[in-house]
Structure formats: structure tokens, C-alpha cells
């Protein structure tokens, strides 16, 4: 499978809906259709911490566009329709579910510090946790009934957002094997479109994964990810051009 992210155009920007910590969301003539433009900004904990990494955005945006089309191909609907920019792509208006959905195959980052789960255990069954997305109460995990008293979904929403999960992590698991990378864990951000269909939103990459390198077992040297910048670990740049890389190539190989 061979598909190359649009080279950079001169792209028309519409109103600015939103600004999130690393993507701006523009209208666009259609109401169905928004732009997002990814940024170089990078923030952790709740935004205690702020800096930049040298064409994040860009990098984030190729390897996002390879995966939501990877997803596509699997039957998996997301909110992708076209990268139109190195920086930039269209997607399908969602109203967004206020939950963050992480899968968990390996233990790491929050699960480990608050369950004292080593890290690298493997989980069998992977775990499905869902976070409240509210950056002013640092985005709480919620259990099935929080979720109830909060109305945030409905018993049958969190069925489909489960299997999805599932299906998801089944593909991305499955590629990023092919890059020799592991897919530790990685947070998605559903929404429904105007249709009334749940798809998958936000952006599948760095920020928002774990990917351990394969070709190393060191524990820092590993790491692909954003921990990187979380941990102060150094080469951050450099370990998600070596991400989009290892992505181009699985993608071009079949
Ligand atoms: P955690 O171990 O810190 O709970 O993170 C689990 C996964 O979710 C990890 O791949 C990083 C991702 N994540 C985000 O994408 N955004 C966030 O705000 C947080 C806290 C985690
Ligand atoms: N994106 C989150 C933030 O700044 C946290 C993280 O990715 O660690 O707040």
C-alpha cells in the first residue's frame, strides 16, 4: 500500500474554531469538513510542562495520515479525508465524546505508577480505559459508572468505543510490528458524525502513543515517543523522524 501525504500546498484557512495544545481546528466552506493544522507545540502533565520539537507537527501529520489510512483499509471508519499540507488535513466534523479511550498492552506511565505493575509487563487482555477529558479536573480515569452519573455515554456507546479500541489497537499492533516497534499503548479520541456514527478523531502518533524500538532492549534508548519530551530523555526529534520513517517504509512495502 502506497500512499504518500500530499506535499505541501498553499492552503486557504477559514475561521479558527479551536486552538488545542498541538493542533488548530479551522472551519472550512463545508460545515461537514474542518481543517486541522498540526503544531510543533508540545506539552505534558496537564501543560505544567511547554516546549516546542522541530517539525512535530509535520511529522505528526504524515505518520497520522499513514495510519488513519491503514485504518481505513481495515474497515476501521476515522475522521480522515485528505492531507492537504505538510501540515494539514481535512476531516469529517465529529461533535467530539469527552472521553480519551487508552489501550494498554504493556504496562507503562499512569498504569504503573499507580498500580505498581512493572513496566514492560504484558497485559493479556490488552486494557480499555477510559479518561474524562477535562483539562481543568487533569482529565480523571472513570470507571463505567462515572461515566453513567457524568452522561458522557450511553451503555451502548461504550460497547462500540470498546470493540473499536480493540479493532484498532488489533491493526496497530499488527503495522507497527511490521516496523519492528512496539506499540505499548496509545490514547484515541472518538466523536460522532453527522450521520450519527461513531468514528475515531484527534491523531494516532507520537504524541499519542508508546512505541518501544525493537532493535533495542535499553530502557531509555527504546523509547520513540513522547516520553522522550516527558522524561527529558533527549533526541526527541530524532526518534519521531525515525517513527515517520519506519512508517513510510512498512507503507510502501505493501
Ligand atoms: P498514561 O500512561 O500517562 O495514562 O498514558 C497512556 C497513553 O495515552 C500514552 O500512550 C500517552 C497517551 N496520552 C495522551 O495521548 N494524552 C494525554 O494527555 C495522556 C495523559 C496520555
Ligand atoms: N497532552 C497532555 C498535556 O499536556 C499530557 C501528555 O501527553 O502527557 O497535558
Redesign the pocket.
Known amino acids: 500500500m502506497t500512499m504518500a501525504p500530499a506535499p505541501s500546498t498553499s492552503q486557504s484557512f477559514g475561521k479558527k474554531l479551536y486552538e488545542g495544545k498541538a493542533k488548530i481546528i479551522y472551519a472550512t466552506d463545508d460545515p461537514a469538513v474542518l481543517l486541522t493544522y498540526f503544531k510543533d507545540d508540545a506539552t505534558a502533565f496537564?501543560a505544567q510542562k511547554k516546549g516546542q520539537i522541530v517539525d512535530k507537527g509535520k511529522i505528526n501529520c504524515a505518520i497520522s495520515t499513514y495510519l488513519f489510512q491503514r485504518l481505513t483499509a481495515a474497515g476501521l471508519e476515522t475522521h480522515w479525508l485528505e492531507t492537504t499540507g505538510d501540515r494539514t488535513m481535512l476531516v469529517k466534523a465529529l461533535d467530539i465524546i469527552p472521553l480519551?479511550v487508552?489501550v494498554?498492552n504493556l504496562a507503562?506511565?499512569?498504569?504503573c505508577k499507580q498500580t505498581g505493575l512493572p513496566l514492560g509487563q504484558r497485559l493479556e487482555p490488552s486494557l480499555v480505559e477510559f479518561?474524562y477529558k477535562n483539562d481543568a479536573l487533569g482529565?480523571p480515569l472513570l470507571t463505567g459508572d462515572r461515566i453513567r452519573a457524568l452522561a458522557l455515554a450511553s451503555e451502548e456507546q461504550i460497547d462500540t468505543l470498546r470493540r473499536l479500541a480493540l479493532n484498532i489497537n488489533q491493526v496497530l499492533t499488527d503495522f507497527f510490528m511490521g516496523c519492528a516497534i512496539t506499540l505499548?499503548?496509545?490514547?484515541l479520541e472518538f466523536g460522532i458524525d453527522t450521520q450519527g456514527q461513531i468514528l475515531l478523531g484527534d491523531e494516532i502518533s507520537p504524541?499519542?502513543?508508546?512505541l518501544w524500538d525493537q532493535a533495542t532492549d535499553d530502557e531509555a534508548g527504546r523509547v520513540l515517543?513522547?516520553d522522550r519530551f516527558r522524561q527529558d530523555l533527549g533526541q526527541v526529534e530524532a526518534a519521531y523522524q525515525r517513527v515517520l520513517d519506519k512508517v513510510v517504509a512498512q507503507s510502501t512495502k505493501n
Open positions: 496537564n480519551e487508552v494498554r507503562a506511565g499512569s498504569l479518561y482529565d505499548v499503548d496509545f490514547k504524541d499519542t502513543c508508546r515517543d513522547k
